[in-house]
C-alpha cells in the first residue's frame, strides 16, 4: 500500500512543492532497485511519467522535478511551480505484486 | 515512433462482456511485458493485469481475477483483455502500458490515451 500526503495541495507559482508517499513496505525488488516512479496527469489526459527508480527524471522533465526517499518514505518535489504543473500527482511501485499506485496528490495553484 | 491505440470500449449492461483492444506499432508487443491499468471516473489508478514476455507469467488484481483474461496476438501485434460478468465498479478508462525494456513492469513508461468502459443498466 501507497499512502500519498497531502491528498490536496494549494500552491503559489514560483513555490516550492512537496508531495510524500509512504509504503507499508520496502519497495525493493531482488536485483536491487527501488522500482517506485512518480506520474503527472493533467484533465483528460494519459499519465506520464515524472520520475523512474526514486531519482531519476524521465527524457524532457524540467529539472524544477526531482525525487528522493530510500526504505518506505519518498519525496517528489517542485522547486519552483508553473502553471503547467497543475493536476493529479501518482505514486507508484512496481516492485512487487500487485503493481500499486498511490491515491493521488491534487496540485492546484492558489 | 512507438504508439499504443486502445479500442474497444463502450457502454455494456451489468454482467455482460467486452474485449478491448491495443494496437501497437513502432515496436513488437512480444519483446515486452503488458500491462492494464484503469481508471474510474474522478478516481485514481488501478493495475489490472500483467503479461510477461514469454507469455507464461499472468497477473491479475484481485478484483478482476477470475473474470478477466489478458492475451496477445503475435501476428497483428495487439494486446487484448477480455472482460466476462461485469460490474458497475469495473466502469473506467482502461489504458494499455508499455514499460521501458523488456519484463521490467516496475517501469511502466508508455501509455496509451485509453478507452472507456462504462458498465450501466
Known amino acids: 500500500v501507497l499512502t500519498q500526503s497531502p491528498l490536496s495541495l494549494p500552491v503559489t507559482l514560483g513555490q516550492p512543492a512537496s508531495i510524500s508517499c509512504r509504503a507499508s513496505q520496502s519497495p525493493v525488488f531482488s536485483d536491487g532497485y527501488t522500482y517506485l516512479n512518480w506520474f503527472h496527469q493533467r484533465p483528460g489526459q494519459s499519465p506520464r511519467r515524472l520520475i523512474y527508480?526514486?531519482?531519476n527524471r524521465d527524457s524532457g522533465v524540467p529539472d524544477r522535478f526531482s525525487g528522493s526517499g530510500s526504505g518506505t518514505d519518498f519525496t517528489l518535489r517542485i522547486s519552483r511551480v508553473e502553471a503547467e504543473d497543475v493536476g493529479v500527482y501518482y505514486c507508484m511501485q512496481g516492485s512487487q505484486w500487485p503493481l500499486t499506485f498511490g491515491e493521488g496528490t491534487r496540485v492546484e495553484i492558489k | 515512433e512507438m504508439q499504443l491505440l486502445e479500442s474497444g470500449g463502450r457502454l455494456v449492461q451489468p454482467g455482460g462482456s467486452l474485449r478491448l483492444s491495443c494496437a501497437a506499432s513502432?515496436?513488437?508487443?512480444?519483446?515486452?511485458?503488458m500491462t492494464w491499468v484503469r481508471q474510474a471516473p474522478r478516481k485514481g489508478l488501478e493495475w489490472v493485469s500483467t503479461?510477461?514476455?514469454?507469455?507464461?507469467?499472468?497477473f491479475y488484481a484481485d478484483s478482476v481475477k477470475g473474470r478477466f483474461t489478458i492475451s496477445r496476438d503475435r501476428s497483428s501485434n495487439t494486446l487484448y483483455l477480455e472482460m466476462n460478468s461485469l460490474r458497475v465498479e469495473d466502469t473506467a478508462i482502461y489504458y494499455c502500458?508499455?514499460?521501458?525494456?523488456?519484463?521490467?513492469?516496475?517501469?511502466?513508461?508508455?501509455w496509451g490515451q485509453g478507452t472507456l468502459v462504462t458498465v450501466s443498466s
Open positions: 503479461i510477461s514476455v514469454n507469455g507464461r507469467g499472468i
Open positions: 513502432g515496436f513488437t508487443l512480444t519483446t515486452y511485458a
Open positions: 502500458v508499455r514499460p521501458d525494456y523488456g519484463d521490467y513492469v516496475g517501469l511502466l513508461g508508455y
Open positions: 527508480k526514486v531519482s
